[in-house]
């Protein structure tokens, strides 16, 4: 069982920068693809961004590719995800989520085929 614990929301200008963090507990980490999506109110929960097992691929929504990295550091058992140039449209409540039964070069834009979540952490970002 997995347990997904977000951090590094905040409120940041229009422009700005923030680095969420996903810390996992298990002892299978680097066996898992990870994802980040985000929920803005009223509206429906979207995809962001997304991590093979590996590290080696990544794949971004369009609204925010060029903007935003996704990356791992297995030893740390934490995903993180590097916002820059942030835009009011990026406010959110931002989830990372777990797929613990991925093969090795998958990465998943389904929140379907994700079987864990965290709590989510609350971006702000001000014009």
């Known amino acids: 069982q997995a347990q997904l614990v977000e951090s590094g929301g905040g409120l940041v200008q229009a422009g700005g920068s923030l680095r969420l963090s996903c810390a996992a507990s298990?002892?299978?980490?680097?066996?898992?693809?990870m994802g980040w999506f985000r929920q803005a109110p009223g509206k429906e929960r979207e995809f962001v961004a997304a991590i093979n097992r590996g590290g080696e691929s990544t794949y971004y929504a369009d609204s925010v590719n060029g903007r935003f990295t996704i990356s791992r550091d297995s030893a740390k058992n934490t995903v993180y995800l590097q916002m820059n140039n942030l835009k009011p449209a990026d406010a959110a409540i931002y989830y990372c989520a777990a797929s613990v039964s991925a093969f090795w070069s998958t990465l998943y834009v389904s929140q379907k085929d994700y079987n864990y979540w965290g709590q989510g952490t609350q971006v702000t970002v001000s014009s």
């Open positions: 298990g002892r299978t980490f680097s066996t898992w693809a």
